[in-house]
């Protein structure tokens, strides 16, 4: 949530589109609005706009705006509408901040400010950073030592970066809890990602409560006790070609067709060796949206083929409600992007409170959850740009799926097969365009499963309503006739997944009661032509496929449902509204 950038240049260049381009690969973290601040002749100069990052873009082929070191932020408003005045950077006299997080304790900060006489612009918690400093830069202390006393004092989370309008080469930056890395190129920058310093080849990832002074040829680096440290640049591995849209419209589509690869890699990396569960007593899951899907999938798989029982918690409840946690539990915390708070706290919680073993299933690598795991299973879909997640799920569910059949060889030997069927699905991509017609003017849809495909029916309904703004709903599909079915009319697409397995009957049934309340029925499975399933719905023929792998392919055409239904209705599926790819607020 928001992304930060900075680049300190050589003197007299101008380095307002090399920040332009890092904010460019920020806009998943958030497109509220969007702004950059720049040294300039002695003065900080800025220039911020309301909405996505187009129009920041347009309003500076107007402007002249440049200098030799800067700072840029893309928004997803927190404290404050989205509104220009509420934009970052935000400025005191000689200072100008961006800051991704939440300061908990501003409200106090304020309070003290404004009896110095600061006069608060905006209705963000982050104007308190660029007050503070000031202040202390007024009582003659030097930005360095203003910007330790402001970490001692400021309590959340922050990535935040200052600049100061007397230097015309220096960048301090700071985290805890919210992602920094400092990159080492043609030029030293900061940024949220890996993606924003991509031009640099060289990347050191700031830790908790760590700050770094940059400049133009050299940066230092402080611990949390202010002391400095050398911290060691780690090579940018990355392929770069993952992060660019190429020949697609969208990101989100252009990740769905790389499930294939990403499932393969996945499968390549990963394997299985050290007895993980042994001695496990209870596993728990703890993830949110469409990972702790993905940890519903597992939660049957586990029970089933590791006979161990498995809970998943929704982590931003988790630790609030006074678990019982028990003993040789091995906690699995699923996040694509190793960053999402409420996974972290809740995981975090579960170690200070027990003596638990934690894996975690991530994609982004070096991710904060990193620094909490015992062992970090990598999904190698690469980098995820659309905010709608897509093929770290199923490469998240694969890594489950190796964990839950790894002692049943005759699951193993299929996952080899699984990449070209998931191909097969997405070369069904016309009939599905076709489908997308049948519910784009819908107001609402139904999701039905069971099993494994129950969290399926559930992430399905989830991909529809973030991208398309349709209001859906996944349900177990036994579970309809207890209240659900009251919604269905015959204008409401009900959307049922049927794959042939144990359950194969008793899903049919469901099917034909829902038919006899509404008409427009569509059945994904592989039962061609079965007498169970009834004339007069649409139905859409899945490869067939061993029922325990069915979850990961019948993820893929309900993903390709949601995109085609949201651009039918004419939404930007890369950038829903109110929405932002890594949430790092509570
Ligand atoms: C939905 C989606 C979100 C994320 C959720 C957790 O498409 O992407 O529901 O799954 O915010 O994010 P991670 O997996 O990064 O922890």
């Avoid at 769905?256 to 050290?274: G, V, Y």
């Avoid at 190793?338 to 027990?354: M, N, P, Q």
């Amino acid at each position: 949530m928001c992304g930060i950038t900075g680049v300190v240049g050589k003197p007299n260049s101008n380095v307002v589109e090399k920040i332009m381009a890092g904010l460019e690969k920020l806009e998943y973290r958030g497109y509220d609005s969007s702004g950059i601040a720049v040294v300039c002749d002695g003065r900080i100069e800025r220039l911020r706009a309301v909405g996505k990052l187009r129009n920041l873009k347009a309003k500076l082929e107007q402007s002249s705006l440049s200098g030799s070191v800067g700072i840029g932020h893309t928004r997803w408003a927190t404290h404050g509408r989205p509104t220009e005045n509420n934009a970052h950077p935000i400025l005191s006299e000689n200072v100008a901040v961006v800051h991704n997080g939440i300061i908990e304790n501003y409200k106090e900060l304020k309070f003290d400010l404004q009896k110095d006489g600061f006069i608060f612009e905006t209705e963000t918690d982050t104007e308190v950073i660029a007050h503070f400093l000031q202040q202390k830069l007024s009582e003659g202390f030097s930005p360095r030592e203003s910007f330790e006393k402001l970490l001692k004092t400021v309590e959340g989370s922050y990535a935040v970066a200052a600049i100061f309008s007397f230097l015309p080469d220096t960048i301090l930056a700071a985290r805890r809890k919210s992602p920094l890395v400092v990159g080492f190129g043609e030029n030293i920058c900061i940024g949220s990602d890996l993606s924003s310093v991509l031009s640099c080849d060289e990347v050191v990832y700031l830790e908790d409560g760590e700050y770094a002074e940059i400049s133009e040829n050299n940066a230092l680096f402080f611990d949390r006790e202010f002391r400095p440290m050398n911290p060691t640049k780690q090579k940018i591995t990355e392929n770069l070609e993952n992060i660019e849209k190429g020949e697609y419209e969208y990101y989100m589509f252009k990740e769905i067709m790389e499930q294939p690869s990403a499932i393969r890699k996945t499968i390549l990396n990963n394997k299985i060796t050290e007895n993980i569960f042994g001695g496990v007593s209870r596993i728990l899951i703890l993830a949110c949206g469409t990972s702790h899907y993905a940890g519903i999938v597992a939660k049957y798989w586990f029970e089933k083929f590791l006979k161990i029982p498995t809970d998943v918690e929704i982590a931003s409840e988790y630790r609030y409600r006074s678990p019982i946690i028990g003993e040789n539990v091995l906690v699995i915390a699923i996040t694509q992007s190793g960053e999402t708070i409420d996974t972290l706290e809740a995981t975090e919680y579960v170690r200070k409170c027990s003596n638990s073993r934690v894996i975690a299933i991530a994609n982004v690598k070096n991710s904060a959850v990193s620094r909490i795991a015992d062992f970090v299973f990598y999904t190698e879909a690469g980098i995820e740009i659309g905010v709608a997640s897509t093929k770290a799920f199923t490469a998240q569910l694969t890594i489950l799926a190796e964990l839950a059949f790894h002692n049943h060889d005759f699951l193993t030997k299929q996952f080899q097969n699984l990449p070209t069927l998931c191909e097969e699905v997405l070369d069904l991509r016309a009939e599905i365009k076709y489908l997308a017609e049948k519910i784009s003017s819908a107001s609402s849809a139904v999701y039905l499963g069971r099993d494994t495909l129950y969290p399926i029916a559930l992430e399905g309904a989830l991909k529809l309503k973030e991208i398309s703004y349709i209001h859906a709903e996944g349900f177990a599909a036994g579970e309809m006739k207890h209240g659900p079915i009251a919604l269905i009319d015959d204008t409401m697409p009900v959307i049922c997944l049927c794959p042939r397995n144990e359950l194969f009957e008793k899903t049919a049934s469901n099917i034909q009661v829902a038919l006899a309340r509404g008409k427009n029925v569509i059945i994904f499975t592989d039962s061609e032509g079965s007498r169970l399933l009834p004339s007069g719905t649409t139905k859409i023929i899945l490869p067939k496929i061993s029922e325990e792998f069915a979850p990961i392919l019948y993820a893929i055409p309900l993903q390709l449902l949601a995109y085609y239904t949201a651009l039918l209705r004419g939404e930007d599926v890369d950038k829903p509204r109110n929405l932002a790819k890594s949430v790092t607020v509570e």
